[in-house]
């Protein structure tokens, strides 16, 4: 006799439950091996291998990207349900600041995706579908989902979700769509004291658009955030510096918005350049991420599952949409239905993504209870969606 929704669910829960000491063990294991954006082999090659141990077939590389993997279980026809996992770390902690460290807690997302996927595994007469797992890497840096995505690492999968610690327990979740633009300024050299008049500063063109992008501010609507550094500002004080660069990452609430915004950008480059002599060159410097768009069944199902949890948004709706930033989910987000909840580290509203103190809640006994939240929200909804295709169905 086929099981109901509720018995289904509680089938789930207790799947989780058996397999939450290998959930533990992955998310400590990937905590004590941190490797940085684009360098996670280990990590992907000790993921690939406790997934084939579960019995899902894996594909390793994938996409065209070294480090990125997929592991499929099929358990007959049905919808395919992805997991996203994420496993760079953040560098600049310890002691001396020089250690790389999990302190947005993606070795905490590898392993409750891992543990939704053990936990359907364990539950495969209950759906006809197939689970998948997909890592990939640089999800701080380059954006390493858009290059699975551009490797076609997406087609077939029908709905994909992932959770995310923070200081917040938050269901409606936003980001922005972002662009990362380099700016290259050709000068000439002379020298700084005897001869200026012979140069063309570009270090000055670099301050320029440094101040355009200031004034440029008071213009932009509040959901607009730009950000930089100087990457190259000359080499001696004595030599008018011939060569300079900067980098900026230009973010708004959607894509239409941000290339307007971008546009304005670039003009205060071209103008800095033509005030200055100097020849501008331009480039993304990493993948442009697109703006996230939820699936309003998929996460209306997922925020359900929570709320049997026990969980409910800290925040409420149109709360907090300030202090977001950019991920490249946003692009699976057009490619397929997602669903995306951060949850609560349970450290309290002060202690957020990317500090130090941030260490504590992605292992160890915080970690240890929200583990088994995520895995169990997600492999419950995943039940649904492989009952009721129509969830993750877009228009």
Not at 183 to 192: E, L, S, Y
Not at 371 to 387: C, E, K, N, R, S
Request: hydrophobic fraction near 40%; charge should be negative; proline fraction near 4%.
């Amino acid at each position: 006799m086929e099981l109901d929704r509720n018995e289904r669910n509680a089938a789930l829960r207790e799947a989780v439950a058996a397999v939450l000491p290998d959930m533990r063990r992955v998310g400590r294991y990937l905590f004590e091996h941190p490797e940085l954006s684009g360098e996670e082999y280990g990590s992907a090659r000790y993921l690939a291998e406790e997934l084939a141990k579960l019995g899902f077939t894996v594909r390793h590389p994938y996409a065209g990207v070294e480090t990125a993997l997929r592991a499929d279980l099929v358990c007959g026809e049905g919808p395919t349900v992805a997991f996203l996992a994420e496993y760079d770390a953040l560098p600049g902690y310890g002691p001396e600041h020089d250690r790389p460290a999990h302190a947005c807690g993606h070795n905490w997302i590898a392993a409750t995706c891992y543990g939704a996927c053990a936990a359907l595994a364990r539950c495969r007469e209950l759906f006809s579908g197939t689970v998948s797992f997909i890592g990939a890497p640089a999800e701080e840096t380059t954006g390493g989902k858009v290059d699975v995505l551009r490797g076609g690492g997406y087609e077939g999968v029908d709905a994909a979700m992932q959770f995310h610690l923070g200081n917040h327990t938050k269901m409606d979740v936003h980001s922005l769509a972002m662009d990362s633009l380099e700016f290259t300024f050709h000068g000439k050299a002379a020298h700084a004291s005897s001869q200026p008049f012979m140069g063309v500063n570009a270090l000055d063109a670099v301050m320029l658009t440094h101040a355009g992008i200031g004034c440029l501010r008071q213009h932009l609507t509040t959901d607009v955030r730009i950000h930089g550094i100087v990457t190259d500002g000359g080499k001696a004080c004595n030599v008018i510096p011939d060569l300079a660069r900067c980098r900026y990452y230009v973010r708004a609430a959607s894509r239409e918005r941000l290339e307007e915004v971008k546009e304005k950008v670039l003009n205060v480059a071209r103008g800095a350049a033509l005030m200055t002599g100097a020849r501008l060159e331009w480039r993304y410097f990493e993948n442009s991420l697109d703006d996230l768009v939820l699936h309003p069944p998929l996460q209306a199902a997922m925020c359900e599952n929570l709320a049997a949890l026990g969980v409910q948004d800290e925040r409420g709706p149109n709360c907090g949409k300030a202090d977001i930033g950019s991920s490249d989910i946003g692009n699976v987000s057009r490619a397929t239905a997602v669903s995306y909840i951060v949850l609560a580290t349970g450290l309290g509203p002060d202690v957020a993504a990317h500090m130090e103190g941030f260490l504590e809640g992605v292992v160890g006994e915080h970690a240890d209870r929200t583990m088994p939240i995520a895995a169990a929200a997600m492999g419950m909804t995943a039940l649904d969606v492989y009952h009721d295709p129509s969830l993750a169905r877009r228009a």
